[in-house]
């Protein structure tokens, strides 16, 4: 029992001023991207080269080019999104990254495809408490956001599921939504020939009798 405390009495600190060290490297972008792959290339450098272009081409490229108010520096950083929100969230985040760190430094790592797990709500809501009521042009009459039902549900889709953060695939009048992509998540609660079945977002192939 003795150990036990003493060794806690050492891990508690240095978990806290790793923690106050790691908050503040992750400022800077290029601490993000400061890992390198085989032959030399920065890790992200694709996604990366998209959030900083100055045409988004990108919902993250979006938000590159916008700006934090309480912030002398105001641009957006990557770490603003990738932090996570609410304590569990930025522990799980922060030790996702230590992993990571542990897997470069045994030369065991690999350029990940995505996150581990989806941003929750409440990182977008931070910045984005309401949304607009109004569908975007060409989608459907009445708007996600619209919906009682949805604000409500429980196992409704994460906003990063719809509109989609990193692919460029999106359509930016509809807020980087890409109908495929928005298509399938529906059908997770409205079932084809279910009591909430809806018309497909996604156009008839021609020759089709059925949407897709």
């Not at 790691?22 to 085989?38: A, G």
């Not at 998209?50 to 957006?76: C, K, Q």
């Not at 760190?101 to 996150?115: K, S």
């Amino acid at each position: 029992m003795r150990w036990i405390v003493v060794a806690a009495a050492c891990l508690l600190p240095a978990g806290v001023v790793a923690w106050g060290l790691s908050d503040r490297v992750e400022q800077d972008n290029d601490f993000c991207n400061s890992c390198h792959l085989s032959g030399e290339t920065p890790l992200h450098i694709e996604v990366r080269n998209d959030f900083d272009r100055t045409i988004p081409v990108s919902l993250a490229g979006v938000h590159g080019r916008g700006w934090v108010e309480e912030r002398e520096d105001s641009a957006f950083r990557c770490i603003d999104c990738h932090a996570g929100s609410g304590v569990l969230e930025r522990t799980r985040v922060k030790l996702l990254s230590a992993r990571d760190g542990l897997r470069y430094i045994a030369a065991a790592f690999e350029e990940p495809h995505g996150m581990s797990f989806e941003l929750s709500p409440p990182t977008c809501l931070a910045c984005h408490p309401t949304f607009r009521r109004s569908a975007a042009p060409g989608w459907t009459v009445e708007a996600y956001h619209g919906l009682a039902a949805h604000d409500d549900a429980a196992d409704a889709p994460r906003c990063v599921a719809c509109h989609t953060v990193h692919e460029t695939d999106g359509d930016a009048i509809a807020y980087y939504m890409a109908r495929p992509r928005v298509d399938q998540q529906c059908r997770g609660c409205h079932v084809e020939g279910g009591e909430m079945e809806i018309p497909s977002l996604v156009p008839s192939e021609p020759g089709s009798e059925t949407p897709r």
